[in-house]
Structure formats: C-alpha cells, structure tokens
T-cell receptor, first 112, second 114 residues
Framework: DQQVKQNSPSLSVQEGRISILNCDYT??????FLWYKKYPAEGPTFLIS?????DKNEDGRFTVFLNKSAKHLSLHIVPSQPGDSAVYFC???????????FGTGTSLTVIP | DSGVTQTPKHLITATGQRVTLRCSPR?????VYWYQQSLDQGLQFLIQ???????AKGNILERFSAQQFPDLHSELNLSSLELGDSALYFC?????????????FGPGTRLTVL
C-alpha cells in the first residue's frame, strides 16, 4: 500500500517561476515530513522538513506547507532555477513507531 | 559527497544467486538504513540498524537480511535472487536513532539479475 503518494510523475516550469510539488499521505499518525532531491546517478539529498506541529517551514527559496486536515503537503520553489531540475521525493515518518515511507517522486524540469 | 560509501557500484548476477552489498556510514553516524528503488518505484525502506542492533523493519523480504558490524559498516545480503530484485539499493546514515532524522545517502549499488 502506498502511504505516501506523489500523483504527478513530472512537472515542467519556466526558469524564474514558481514550482509546486505535491504530496498526499494516508496515515494520520505521521509526525514528520521531509523532502529529498535526487540527481541521476546520485543518492537523494535532504532538502527541507516539517514537523506536524507546524504548517509552514521556509529555507531560502524552498518552502514546505503542511495541511494536516487534508493530509497534504507541498513544496514551493521560488524562483525556480535550471539547477533545480531533479527528482523530488517526499517522505513521512512518526516520532514513535518504526516506519518510514517515501513517495514515488516527481521529476521537475526547469526550462531556461 | 555525502560521506556515505557503498560498494560495489554495479553488480550483475544470475537468478538464484546470493550477493552482499556493503555500506560505510559517515564518520560518527550510528544509524544505517537500507532502501530499494525499483524501476518506476519510489524508495522502499527495507531496514534500519542503530549501533549494531536492528531498530526498524520495512518491506524487507525474508530472502534479504542485513547486519551492522562493530565498526558500524553494514551489509545487505540478498539470496535466491529473482529478476524482480533488479534495482538500485541505497544505504543512508544518521547520527541519531529516529527515522525522522535527516538521512545522508550513499550513491547506491545497481543490481542487475539476469
């Protein structure tokens, strides 16, 4: 069962515009959410995270929004740059329990 | 460079065989995680070790096993290999025990089962 879902396999955005990547989850017990970025032939790298006690976390050009009632989170990248072209994975975990789930990823292409 | 190393980079083997993938965590990190990424699939969490002990288990098949040694490196053993086991296998490490910690990933081992 896919407890973390990224329904858009790909997204194309013009350089300088906003990129919005979406993620839905099914388990209301998840406490912590993370975004990872992955370039080809490399392992994922951590981007930004958010705890369930917050609804927004910002780090430079990257902002993650969490809507607990909708079980939905999104990653906003503003402004988008060509170097942001990569696959983005969202992930979810609980502070207790022993499960950790990644989504299937969204491939972002930023067009110069 | 995340500081996590994985060997080998590529592995080609036949069905029914057994292979061992190796992971060295970042210096100082006590947790090692293993993931499988199949074609068109996200990363599937397999298992976590913390300071030599199994801490969390995900969707790991019974044919697969792992261990973490006193020097904190870890090995993932895959046996009775099937075509469907062809995938990228990543390991990651963190200092702490919690699955919610930022994980540092290695470059992966690409396993091809023929």
């Amino acid at each position: 069962d896919q407890q973390v879902k990224q329904n858009s396999p790909s997204l194309s955005v013009q350089e300088g515009r906003i990129s919005i990547l979406n993620c839905d989850y099914t388990n209301s017990m998840f406490d912590y959410f993370l975004w990872y970025k992955k370039y080809p032939a490399e392992g994922p790298t951590f981007l930004i995270s958010i705890s369930s006690i917050k609804d927004k976390n910002e780090d430079g050009r990257f902002t993650v929004f969490l809507n607990k009632s909708a079980k939905h989170l999104s990653l906003h990248i503003v402004p988008s740059q060509p170097g942001d072209s990569a696959v983005y994975f969202c992930a979810a975990s609980g502070y207790t329990g022993n499960q950790f789930y990644f989504g299937t990823g969204t491939s972002l292409t930023v067009i110069p | 460079d995340s500081g996590v190393t994985q060997t080998p980079k590529h592995l080609i083997t036949a069905t029914g065989q057994r292979v061992t993938l190796r992971c060295s965590p970042r210096s100082g990190d006590l947790s090692v995680y293993w993931y499988q990424q199949s074609l068109d699939q996200g990363l599937q969490f397999l298992i976590q070790y913390y300071n030599g002990e199994e801490r969390a288990k995900g969707n790991i098949l019974e044919r697969f096993s792992a261990q973490q040694f006193p020097d904190l490196h870890s090995e993932l053993n895959l046996s009775s290999l099937e075509l469907g086991d062809s995938a990228l296998y990543f390991c990651a490490s963190t200092l702490g025990e919690g699955l919610y910690n930022e994980q540092f990933f290695g470059p992966g081992t690409r396993l091809t089962v023929l």
